[in-house]
C-alpha cells in the first residue's frame, strides 16, 4: 500500500470537502434566514423554528395574504411544460430548433402571464428588466463576438492584432472609466433610465471579452473544413454557418454563459444608467435601505430568488459548459 498516495487522496478530498461547505454555507444561511418568520432569524434558531413563504410572499407580491402554492403552482407548470417540450426537441432531429423555440415562448408567455394572474409588487418588475437585459445583451455579444471573432482567428495581418491589444486595453480599463460617458451620452439621447442603454453598455463593455474567448475556440477550429466546405460550393458565410458553428456550440454556449453572468449580476452601470428602472440586483441593493424587521428575511428571500434562475441555467448546460471550457471544439 502506498501511504504518501493514501494521505494525499484524504488532504485533497478532505479540502475539497471544506471548500464545497465553505462555498455553499452562505446560500444555505440566506435559505435558511428567508423560510423563517423575523422573530427566528433574530434568535438565529438554527433548527425547531416554524419555516414559512412569506419572506417570499412580502418580496414578491403586493398581497399579504395571497396563497404562496398558486404561483408555485403556476411557476412549476410553466417548467414542467417547457421542460418536456425541451426534452422532446432533443430527440426531433433537425426539427429540434422548433421545440426549442417553443420552449422559449412557454417561458416567455409565463413571465408576461404571471403578473395578469397575480398582484406582483416592483421586484417583479426589477425581475423582468433582469432577464429582458441580460437575453438582449447575450444575444448581440455573441452575434457580433462570432463574427468578429472567426475574423480575427483567420486574419493573422498586422491590423487584427492591433484590434485584439485594443479589445483587450479597452476590458482592462476600470468600469468607473466607461460608466460617466455613458450617463452624459445617454443623457443627451434621452435614453436614459431604459433597457435600451442597459443593453448597449453592457454589451461595449463585455464585447471584448466574447471576442478573445470566441477568438480562441476559432483557433483550434482547423481551416480545412470550411475549405473542404468552399470547394464542395459553398460561401464562406455558408461554411462558417453550416460547417464552423455546430462544431462551436460548446465554446459558443460557455462563452455566453459567462456573458450571462455579467450581465445579470451588474450593478455599478445599471446603478447610474438607471434612475428608477432598476434590474434586480440593484434592486435589493435599494431594499436593504429600507426600514423595517422585515428586511431580515425579505432580503435572504430576494437573494435565493436571484440566485436561483442562474443555478438552473448552469445545471441545465454543465455538459456544454465543462466540454466548452476543456476542448473548446474539435482540434486539428
Partial sequence: MNTQRWYHRIGVH???MVMVVWSVLPFAWAFQNSIKFVKDVRLN???GYDPTGIAYNGFWFKDDDINMWRPLFVVLGFAAVAAVLGQVG???????KYFYGAVVAVLAFGVWLFPRLFETSRSYEYFVNSLVVTVLTVVISISIGLLAGYGLARYTGISGAVILIVALGFRALPRSAFVLPYFFTANRL?????RLVLVMALVAVNQPFTIWMLR???MDVPKTLEEAAMIDGASRFQAFRKVIIPIMWPGIIATSLFTLLLAYNEFLFVRVLAVTNYTLPVGISAATAAEGPQIFNEIPAA????????IIVIILFQKHLVKGLGAGAVKG
Avoid: E
Fill in 90 to 96: 432533443k430527440r426531433a432531429g433537425k426539427h429540434s
Fill in 303 to 310: 437573494s435565493v430568488s436571484i440566485t436561483l434562475p442562474i
Fill in 14 to 16: 478532505a479540502f475539497l
Fill in 45 to 47: 434558531s438554527v433548527w
Fill in 190 to 194: 434621452g435614453i436614459l433610465d431604459s
Fill in 216 to 218: 480562441s475556440f476559432f
